[in-house]
Structure formats: C-alpha cells, structure tokens
C-alpha cells in the first residue's frame, strides 16, 4: 500500500521545480543588433519587431509600407540576453534542464563564459539542455543569438534548392521561405505582409528535479460497447545520463456526478537512450459515467478532467499535467459513393466525410490563418483568440482547418476549441512549396511531428492530420515549374509526407486519419502513388475551388466535391479598418499606391471589381467611389460566398457533398483579403452572412440554367423535419407588401438535405420587379433564417428607391454573461437591400446586412462598457444597396 499513502499524501510533495526566465524583476533581458548600434530592453517572450516597436525605433508595423520599410530588421544579427541569478540550492538537483517552448529559427545559443549550449533551427520544436554543469550560483549570463531568416534560408536554399524560389513580386516578400522550419507566411503570403520575425517566442525556463518529469501525456480513449476504454500514456523524461527511474504514475480522471475515477502503477524502469520512457495506464469507463463531446450545433462538448502525475519514489518530488478530455470517436468515411448514391455519376468513386460519435455530419466552417503575423502575438495574445473563435461559434461553424503555412497554435487555442466544439482539421505547416529532404532537414522535422502531434493529440477538438496544403495539386499542375523535375520531386514528396511524417503520426496516435494532401483524393491519391492524375477530382477526397471570372453569384458556376475545404472571394475591410494603417486621405482610393501596396493577389481589384459590376451599379465618378466599392465588395463576397456555400450543402442531397470550410476566417493586416473577419476583429457581411448560411435548418433555393427554381431543405439535426411549410412570398421592390404567397409542403429527413417536390412558376410576373423570399414554418423547428431569390443582377431591378429609416435604440439595457445588450428598433418605409449598421462605439452587432422586408424590425448590439442609449443611437451609421 506503499504507493496508496503517496497518492493521498500529494499535498507534502515538492513540485519538480520551474525558474521561469521571462522577463521579470529577476531576470532582465536585453536585446542589441550585430553592430551594438540598435538596441533596448526586451520582452521575453517576445520577438525582434515587437521589442522594436516597444523601443521606439520602429513604429506600427502595419502602418502604410511599414513592412517594406522595417525589413531591414530581418537582415540583421540579433543577440538576446538575459541576466539572472541562481542560488546554490538551485544547483543542488540531479538535473537541470534550460528549457526553450519555442524559438524563431535559426539561432546560438551560450550561457556564461562563451560555453556554447547548442544550435536550434526549427521554430516549432521545444529545445531542452542540459545545464547542470555550465548553470554557476550567482549571476548568469544566457545569450541567444538569431541569425537573419532571410539569410538563413538562403544560405540553405545555396546547397538544397527546392522550388519556388520566391513568392511573386506584387507581394513584397522574401524568398526560398521553404529552407526554414518557420512559419511560412512570414515571407509574405497572397494574404498577408512579409516580417521575417526572430525571437524568444515562447516561454524558457530551467527545469530541476533529481528523479524525472512528465513531458507529455497522450490520451486514447476507444469505445467498447457501451463503455469506454482510456489508455493514457505519460511521456516521462529526465536526463539522458539518468538511466533509471523509480516512482509511481498515478491518473485520476473526474466524470459524472463529481466521481473521481482514479489508477496508479509502479515505475521501475530503465530509460531510452535520449533519457525517455513511456508508461501507461488504462481505465475502463462505465457509458453511464460520461457524456459524449459533440462539435458546435451537434450538442455539448463535455470534457472532464483529467490529471497524471508522476512521484519519484525517494524523493517525493512530484511531476503533475493537468488535462481535459473528451470522449467522441470521429472517422473519415471513404467508401464506395454508390452505396449511397447507386449506379450514377455521383455515385462513382468514394465518399469523404466525417461521422463524429457514429453518425455523419455535414461538417460547416473556415480556414484559420495565424492571429497575427508576428508569432509571438499569435500566441500570447488570447483576447484575439477568444474573438475569433468565439466568432466562429456564434456563427454556428463546427470546423475551422489550421492551415499548413501558419503555426501549430497555442495549448490555449486548442482548449478553447475544446471548450466551443469546434473541430479542428489541422494542416502540418508545410504549404504551397516543395520542401527539402536533406538528412538534417528531415532530423528536425521528424522532431518536429513527434512533439507536436505528443502536445496535441490529447485534445477532442482535432479531427484529423493532413500533411500539407495544396502540394500535392501544386506538383501535379506544374504551380512551380517542376514537371522537368517531376519525378525528383515526386520521390521527394513521398520521402517527406509518407516515409518520413506518416510512421511518426500513425504510431503516437493511430485512432486519427492522416491524409498526405490537403486537398487531395484520399486513399485514391494513395493508390495513385501519392499524386493523383487529378487531385480535384469531384469523385475523391478534398477540393479547393476559386473562381474569379465566372458569375459568383450563379448556383450553376460551382462544381461538384465531396467536400470543399477551401473557397473564397476577396473583399475590402472597412474604411474604419483601413484607417487604423493609414491616416493619409489620399491612400482611401482604389488606384493609391497604398491600396496596390496592400492588393498582393494580381488583379485582385479587377476580379472585385468584375463581379461586383456584374450585379450592382457604381459610378465611377461618385464621389463617394473608394467608400461604395468597400461596402459593396462586401456585399459581392457575401453573395458569392452564401452562394457557393449553399450550393455544397444542397450538394449532400446528390453528390453527398459533406463539408464547406470557406477561405479565410481572420486576417493579419488591414488589406483586402479573402477574410469575414477583418485585422481587429471587426465583423465583414460574410461573417453575419455566415451565420445564415451555416443555419442548422434551412431553406435553400437554387435558381437553374433554365431559370426554374429548385427549393432545398437543408437539415442538419438529430431528427427529421415533417410537415414543414415552405412560404414563398413574391414581392415587388416597390413595396413592403408580398404580391402574392404560395405555401408548399417540405420534410427532410435527419442530417440531409432534400430537394422539396415544389414547382414553381412565376415568371408571369416581370423578373426585374420582382422577388421571392422563402420562410420555413415546421413543428419542433424554432427558428430558420429567411431566404432570397433575385430573379434578375441587382443593377437591373426596378422599382427599389431610396429608403426612409428611422433608427432608436431602446433605453432598457440588457445584461448578458458580462456583457451589455440594447436593442436597436429600425423603421423602414420600403424594401432594403443589405441594411448595414456601423459604429464606432466598441462592440459589435448580433446580427447585420438585413434585407428588410417589414416596416419594423430589431437588431441586437453588444459591448462592454455602458454607453447612453442615446449616444449609441446617434453614434450609428448605415448603408445599403439601391440602383
Ligand atoms: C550597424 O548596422 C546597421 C544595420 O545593419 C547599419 O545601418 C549601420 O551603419 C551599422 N553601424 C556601424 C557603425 O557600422
Ligand atoms: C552575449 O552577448 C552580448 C551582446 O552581443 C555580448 O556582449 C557578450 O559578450 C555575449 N556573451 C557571451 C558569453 O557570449
Ligand atoms: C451500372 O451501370 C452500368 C451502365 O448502365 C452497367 O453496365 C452496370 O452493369 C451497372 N452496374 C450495376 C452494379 O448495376
Ligand atoms: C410593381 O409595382 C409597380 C408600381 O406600383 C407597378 O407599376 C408594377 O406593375 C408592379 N409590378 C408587378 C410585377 O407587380
Ligand atoms: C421618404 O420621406 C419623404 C419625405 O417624407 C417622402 O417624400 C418619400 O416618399 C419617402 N420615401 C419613401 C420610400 O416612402
């Protein structure tokens, strides 16, 4: 029983001690370029632009061509250090262990007297020394020196060419970015600036403890029966000259009706080489003592927690992680498509969706770029984090996939999706390249997917492993002029993506699916030798879809998938975003030198500027031009992109098209970009747009070649939907009151979406006076939004005029979970189009871009600070759309 009376006697347990080294009283950091001619305090953790910054040598790096003008910062040598003391005490452990969570890239690092400790080159790799003979009582001097990304990469690109060798000019950036084990839109993406940053990026610290710590803990959780099985694995680690551990490992895990599950066992072992041992235990879990985690829109995402530690046996010194788990089984079903869609074109090939807790889910969201562009920001800044995926959830996204050219995000960022239900498919960063296969490069990245698919893997919201993004099509279609090299880059692709990162994946956590591609077609691309003849084939897997010359407006411009990971369509921030990176008048035009600074897709503006004439009228000689082509390539993306998005749902009725994750949720800089969410958190029409979209239940139109209309009903709940109504009303633009309403019947059966037997004329009526809105009326269904057909681009219409709106903000201010809500009463006198209500006062509309189709309606603003009904009233702006 020995081991028992440990277990209770935890609170007189020393904790395996931490000195933490950021910056602090105790210990100060410096930072100073090569030549000794810039420097200043420094912030760790922390980076070279945001210590700048702080400094006052640079200003705002997002501020005009900022990013051109500080990128001097990157060819430069930095030279990180810090000054701290240690006692004799703190000397006194078996091991002492400097600790580094994250450094960016390429850097030296030497602590006291010119001892070198090592050499680290892969921001995404936690570094830990051994100290214990170069830490001295007293004063400690740990320098860490950065060598320029820039010149880092070129100097590896000189001996391991892999192409391309730069991003295309219009983007401001640098070249060969794929050399590095670095984030890899720091070079500039199509999306984003160049700030080749360098840093201390996460947090250092000396580890020290005489017995071992538990590095990682792993969590495999299978179902059996009704019960539940969870194997927890704890990656215990110490110094590679400590061959032998004694302690105990104990779980206990809390679930139902606050019972403590709890296990432990003896550790007497010998370790691994690099001073590593795995040890597990295993629980088995009644199916009465938990819930199951369900994805956002799908039910709760229960978690319990979960806590492991390990006692070294003679000292009683405890090593303890703290964790949260759930327990959910997602699969990626790919199977013969005819079984669901029989002998037809649809049903050739496989299927491609994920069924979470056995049943298969349409799986609605976005892509998530780096929170911000500098690393260090992305990672501290949790606020920011909170917004956007509290933003995603509100919106009723149950997906967003961390895409291959940011950073593995933060343990808060997962939890957080842990907590919100938001599944995450989760690119390797590797993106849009070829990348090298040099040994060395290839050591660090097997580092690299080890440890981060260790810190990870545990959580629920992580569905499921791609290799990269967009590779695989980009080798196939000759993105970057490989095809003379094909087969050395195909050899070079499988030695990377399927012998080097898939063995690693598939041992630490074989329950998850790792796809090689993102897109790709699955286990057909695998059958093809890893390159598919056609890795967008509609029949397989994944696809990527732009389109920036066909009507994005038009149901009939979009091709089939099976599931569509990434498409989207630019548009322009908000005149209020704009202003906080310029505050020059003259930069606020469309031709500005600041505003082709900021357009890095070519043509961008062009593109916008085509789809939005396709459909809305704008003067090039209003004086309100730069202000209307804004507002407008907003309303242009919204459209293109509640389009297509509808398009994919309809699509599970008869391709079983099973997931929409457009491009992109957030953004780095105030530029346009393909985002619904603009730098700063202010919402775009697509992000309130998305929340209509993505609606669990919805009524769907489609407006075909032929011009008749097919109404889908799009149910993606438990139960099915019967005896629905479906009310079409047929407006003229002249008026609030509906010319004419037609019911019809609907049903859909659960999780499907159903084209509804209606047949519909009314083109007796003139297409450019009119048009339809489609309301749901059904039992057990809440609330379904309204939907819209514009027979005809709305620069033909006739008859929409000039509205009179009358705004009044209630004065009975709500209180919400913190949070202030007042309602705002809007008055119209006759149809708006796109209703959109802007202030400058912080927070944010519950909904907005209404199309008004009542004299009086209600929109909901939040925020957190009180502010006088009336001043917010006054404080709003508003615009729409009329010829
Ligand atoms: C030091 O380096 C900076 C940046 O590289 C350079 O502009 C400056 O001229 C150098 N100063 C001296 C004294 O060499
Ligand atoms: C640490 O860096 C500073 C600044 O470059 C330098 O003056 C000092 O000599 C370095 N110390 C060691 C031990 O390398
Ligand atoms: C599928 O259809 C094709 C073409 O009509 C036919 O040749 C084939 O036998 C059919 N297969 C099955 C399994 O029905
Ligand atoms: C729409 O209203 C206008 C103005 O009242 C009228 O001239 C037109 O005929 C109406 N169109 C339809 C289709 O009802
Ligand atoms: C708005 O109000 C003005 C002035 O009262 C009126 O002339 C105009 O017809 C109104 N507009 C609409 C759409 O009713």
Redesign the pocket.
């Known amino acids: 029983m020995r081991t028992f009376v440990l277990f209770c006697s935890v609170l007189t347990i020393i904790n395996a001690e931490i000195i933490d080294l950021s910056s602090s009283d105790n210990v100060i950091w410096t930072f100073v370029s090569k030549n000794g001619s810039m420097k200043g305090p420094a912030t760790v953790p922390g980076g070279v632009y945001s210590d700048l910054q702080k400094a006052g040598i640079i200003g705002d790096i997002l501020n005009r061509d900022n990013d051109v003008l500080t990128r001097w910062v990157a060819f430069d040598t930095w030279t990180y250090t810090a000054k701290f003391q240690v006692s004799i005490d703190d000397l006194a452990s078996r091991v002492v262990h400097l600790v580094f969570d994250g450094l960016d890239t390429t850097a030296f690092i030497v602590l006291n007297d010119h001892s070198p400790i090592g050499a680290v080159n892969n921001m995404f790799v936690k570094y830990v020394f051994d100290i214990k003979n170069k830490l001295k009582a007293g004063e400690n001097v740990l320098n860490v020196t950065f060598l320029s990304p820039i010149m880092a990469a070129q100097i590896r690109s000189s001996r391991a060419f892999a192409a391309p060798a730069c991003v295309p000019p219009g983007y401001n950036g640098e070249c060969h970015v794929n050399q590095l084990r670095k984030m890899q839109a720091s070079f500039a993406w199509d999306w984003g600036p160049a700030f080749p940053s360098v840093g201390i990026w996460k947090p250092v610290y000396i580890e020290k403890y005489d017995g071992a710590v538990i590095r990682w803990v792993t969590t495999h959780t299978k179902r059996v029966g009704v019960d539940w099985s969870l194997t927890v694995q704890a990656h215990i680690e110490t110094s590679k000259k400590v061959t032998k551990i004694d302690g105990v490992l104990s779980i206990a895990l809390q679930v139902e009706g606050k019972q403590m599950l709890k296990k432990w066992k003896q550790v007497n072992v010998e370790t691994k080489a690099d001073g590593t041992v795995v040890e597990e235990i295993e629980l088995l879990i009644s199916g009465n003592m938990i819930r199951l985690w369900w994805p956002n829109g799908y039910g709760e995402p229960t978690l319990y927690d979960l806590h492991v530690h390990y006692t070294t046996a003679s000292k009683k010194e405890e090593s303890r992680k703290d964790i949260k788990i759930g327990f959910r089984t997602v699969e990626i079903v790919e199977s013969p498509a005819s079984e669901k869609l029989g002998n037809t074109t649809a049903g050739k090939g496989l299927t491609f969706y994920f069924k979470v807790n056995g049943y298969p889910l349409f799986m609605k969201g976005s892509n998530w770029i780096p929170s911000n562009i500098l690393p260090e920001l992305g990672e501290s800044d949790k606020a920011t984090i909170d917004n956007l995926l509290t933003a995603a959830y509100d919106v009723n996204m149950a997906m967003l996939r961390v895409w291959g050219g940011g950073v593995y995000e933060s343990d808060y960022f997962y939890e957080k999706c842990d907590q919100l239900g938001i599944l995450i498919w989760q690119d390797f960063m590797f993106a849009c390249s070829m990348y090298p296969v040099d040994p060395p490069f290839l050591n660090v990245v097997t580092q690299e997917i080890e440890q981060n698919v260790l810190r990870l893997q545990h959580h629920p919201s992580i569905a499921v492993w791609a290799g990269n993004n967009e590779n695989e099509v980009a080798l196939r279609g000759n993105w970057y002029g490989t095809s003379k090299d094909f087969k050395k880059y195909e050899a070079e692709y499988i030695k990377l993506y399927v012998d080097t990162i898939r063995p690693i994946v598939e041992t630490l956590d074989p329950e998850r699916r790792y796809l090689v591609s993102s897109p790709s077609n699955g286990i057909e691309s695998e059958r093809e030798g890893y390159i598919a003849s056609n890795p967008y084939d509609p029949h397989y897997g994944d696809t990527h879809y732009y389109n920036y010359f066909a009507d994005n407006w038009n149901m009939n411009t979009y091709p089939k998938t099976r599931f569509a990971s990434e498409y989207g369509f630019q548009s322009l921030p908000s005149i209020r975003t704009l202003k906080t990176a310029t505050s020059n008048p003259d930069d606020l035009k469309l031709n500005s030198k600041f505003s082709e600074h900021r357009q890095h897709s070519p043509n961008g503006y062009s593109y916008i500027e085509n789809q939005l004439t396709g459909h809305m009228k704008l003067d090039v000689n209003d004086f309100k031009y730069f202000e209307k082509f804004v507002f407008y390539s907003q309303i242009s993306q919204a459209m293109a992109l509640k389009t297509e998005t509808e398009v994919y749902r309809q699509g599970q009725a008869d391709w079983y098209t099973m997931g929409a994750l457009y491009w992109q949720l957030n953004d780095v800089w105030q530029a346009p970009s393909w985002s619904g969410i603009e730098y700063g958190g202010r919402w775009k029409m697509l992000h309130y747009f998305a929340k209509t979209f993505f609606a669990p239940v919805l009524v769907s139109p489609r407006q075909l070649v032929s011009d008749d209309i097919d109404v889908y009903l799009l149910n993606d709940r438990f139960v099915p939907i019967i005896d629905a109504v479906i009310t079409v009303d047929i407006y003229n633009w002249t008026s609030l009151t509906p010319i004419n309403t037609k019911q019809f019947p609907g049903d859909a059966d659960a999780l499907s979406a159903k084209l509804q037997d209606i047949d519909m004329n009314y083109w007796d009526y003139k297409k450019e006076q009119i048009f339809l809105k489609f309301s749901l009326d059904a039992p057990g269904v809440k609330s379904s939004p309204n939907n819209y057909v514009f027979p005809v681009p709305l620069k033909s219409i006739v008859g929409l005029?000039?509205?009179?709106i009358t705004i009044t903000v209630a004065n009975i201010v709500m209180r919400r979970k913190e949070k202030l809500e007042y309602t705002v009463n809007i008055e119209v006198?006759?149809i708006v189009l796109f209703l959109w209500l802007e202030t400058g006062i912080k927070g944010n509309f519950i909904d907005n871009a209404f199309i008004v189709t009542e004299p009086t309606i209600t929109a909901k603003f939040v925020c957190s600070k009180y502010v006088a009904p009336r001043d917010l009233q006054s404080s709003i702006e508003i615009q729409y759309y009329v010829n």
């Open positions: 005029i000039k509205p009179n006198d006759t």
